[in-house]
């Protein structure tokens, strides 16, 4: 029976593997790449995908799905290249399915031949140390001639959801003046200079009031957006 369950397991291990203990899915093992992925909380993410990318062939790769206990296992074919690694994780927002980057504690590629253990944080928030965001970004635009220097504005932010509100400032970024790094969820949102309120709306629609409560657009697999105008 034992060995019906092992023959089993093998079986199944090229896509997500059979539950393993922690100090197992700690373990390296040749030809394989493993891990667990957890969020901010140290809370364990099930049904997060995670890619093995061959670094050598394009369009090539093996993959796998985090079980209940946030724990994976990707067995890669006996080929001698480099592998990298990343995840997506997936969370309902009002109704609507979010699809997250998961961060990665190792970002180095690896042979396949050594194997190697990766794992991963979902991340709803925040800017990585080398640049990569995670959330939504919101870029604030203001009417030609309004005077405002968008980056001298707060845009604050209060969670629909009951959560602690919080305030960002747009700085100059590739697509404008934004926020980067903002969790994607429904917020009441409003802008000041200098302590004075300032009219908001999602740009080109409707006109300006105190608060918006909008939704983010995506624009791309993980990528999110907010356009608003203040003035």
């Known amino acids: ?13 090229t896509v997500a593997g059979c539950a393993a203990e922690p100090s197992q899915a700690q373990t390296v093992e040749r030809w394989v790449v493993k891990g667990r992925v957890v969020d901010e909380q140290g809370r364990p993410v099930p049904r997060a995908k995670i890619l093995a990318d061959n ?20 067995m890669l074919p006996h080929i001698h290249v480099t592998w990298n690694t990343s995840g997506k994780a997936f969370r309902m927002v009002g109704g609507e399915k979010i699809e997250t980057d998961l961060a990665p504690d190792d970002e180095d590629s690896f042979a396949g031949n050594q194997g190697a253990v990766r794992n991963f944080t979902l991340r709803t928030s925040g800017v990585s140390e080398g640049g990569k965001s995670y959330g939504g970004s919101v870029i604030v635009y203001t009417p030609i001639m309004s005077g405002v220097d ?17 305030t960002g400032t747009p700085v100059s ?10 969790a994607v969820s429904r917020y009441r949102i409003s802008a000041s200079l200098g302590g004075r309120p300032l009219g908001i ?3 080109n629609q409707g006109g300006y009031g105190r608060t918006v409560e909008p939704q983010f657009t995506k ?3 993980s990528l999110y957006q907010l356009e608003l105008e203040v003035k």
């Open 219 to 221: 624009i791309m697999s």
């Open 1 to 13: 029976m034992r060995a019906f369950s092992l023959l089993a397991c093998a079986a199944a291990m």
């Open 150 to 166: 968008t980056r001298q504005v707060q845009i604050k932010f209060e969670p629909l959801d009951g959560g602690a509100p919080f």
């Open 173 to 182: 970024t590739g697509d404008g003046d934004a926020i980067k790094g903002v």
């Open 201 to 203: 709306r999602v740009r």
């Open 55 to 74: 670094e050598l062939l394009y369009n090539s790769y093996a993959s796998g799905t985090t079980d209940a206990n946030g724990n994976y296992r990707i």
